[in-house]
């Protein structure tokens, strides 16, 4: 059995998941509790195998050691949270950067300026602050996670793209391209009708 690119610190990576997800829920909860509406309809988070990990390494030309993994690599850690409403993802996004010993290192709002193919979704890497030692031998330690913020339309359509992807032999993929294109451009605005019915709804004092 290959041993873990990780090393000793395969189970930090747990924590700071479990740490991060925590708290997700605690604000989410909060939110509920002021304002009668959840921040998002779900959330996934997962620690990349190891194999996965190593094949990344080898793509990119890195060496595959612990050191390539947690710092080159920004991804070990990675969270995608669903919000039913585009407001959502943006009142999430804002809530986690207060969150005590995190930091932005990145983030790209695919959202606003979605990518040629139809791509929206909302990318964050951020910085954990941790009382235990990184790879770095630092402590406190730094480790990198990476967050995808989607509403359940962009969602769909990005697994859908996805899967489509790794097709092989596909027949007229130029036309799949140019549909899914329509199809993600289709969902945007519903997202963007979805928002309005919301906010007619409050005005009215339907909230």
């Not at 669903?82 to 809530?95: H, P, Q, S």
């Not at 790209?108 to 951020?126: C, E, L, Q």
């Not at 451009?185 to 919301?198: F, G, P, V, Y």
Request: aromatic share 8%; hydrophobic share 30%; glycine share 6%.
């Amino acid at each position: 059995m290959t041993e873990s690119i990780y090393g000793l610190y395969e189970p930090r990576l747990y924590e700071i998941l479990e740490t991060i997800s925590a708290y997700i829920k605690k604000v989410n909860q909060t939110t509920k509790e002021e304002t009668g509406q959840k921040l998002y309809e779900h959330f996934l988070g997962r620690v990349k195998t190891s194999d996965s990990m190593r094949d990344k390494c080898r793509r990119k030309g890195l060496a595959e050691t612990t050191e390539s993994a947690l710092k080159e690599i920004r991804d070990s850690i990675g969270l995608r949270i669903v919000c039913g409403f585009v407001e959502d993802i943006y009142r999430t996004v804002a809530l986690l950067k207060q969150m005590p010993g995190l930091s932005v290192c990145n983030e790209k709002d695919y959202i606003t300026s979605a990518k040629p193919n139809g791509y929206r979704s909302y990318h964050m890497i951020v910085e954990m602050e941790v009382p235990f030692s990184d790879c770095y031998g630092q402590t406190p330690g730094r480790y990198f996670v990476e967050i995808q913020l989607r509403t359940i339309a962009m969602d769909s359509w990005a697994a859908l793209e996805h899967q489509l992807k790794y097709k092989q032999s596909i027949k007229n993929p130029e036309r799949i391209v140019k549909e899914l294109k329509r199809c993600a451009d289709e969902l945007a605005s519903c997202d963007l009708t979805m928002q309005t019915i919301r906010n007619l709804i409050r005005e009215s004092g339907g909230e």
